[in-house]
């Protein structure tokens, strides 16, 4: 391979609009006469399998998972205050989804501290908690395959972080 990063079957990837998947196996496959290497990844939770062109993978996004201190990063950021601007929720909306598009674990722990209502706090409208959950749930999955724990336990951690902010 001519990029620097190698993928191997079993290997936990983040693909920055789809989150973890894992690498079944890397193939070559003939797609209208042109001989293509392929990263096969599937996604348990979506049900869904992607094929990344090999020499595709580091313009795609498709990265390994966070450093332990990129997701330590991460997780501080829970600690922060929220920055909630008052712009209309339509642009701040396609911010959020940026910042959850683009795989980045800071940038996804930004929106979920910044959408993370206390109990003391007015209710979310429906499309914040869409959007929160989306958030949780990526960052979850990567803290859960990083720590080799279940999603359930990695989401509770985040809970934690949350309420003692």
Known sequence: MSNEMEFSAGDYVVYPTHGVGRVTCVQT???SGV???LIV???DKDRMTLRVPVTKAQNSGLRKLSSR???DAALQTLK????VKRTMWSRRAQEYEA???SGDPV???EVVRDLHRGDDQPEQSYSERQMYQAAVERLARELA???KIDEIKAAEKLEKLLSAA
């Open 35 to 37: 001989s293509l290497e």
């Open 145 to 147: 395959a990083l720590e």
């Open 29 to 31: 496959q003939e797609i």
């Open 69 to 71: 201190k990129l997701m």
């Open 80 to 83: 922060g205050r929220s920055r």
């Open 99 to 101: 910042k959850i598009n």
């Open 107 to 109: 940038a996804i722990a």
């Open 41 to 43: 990844i599937k996604f």
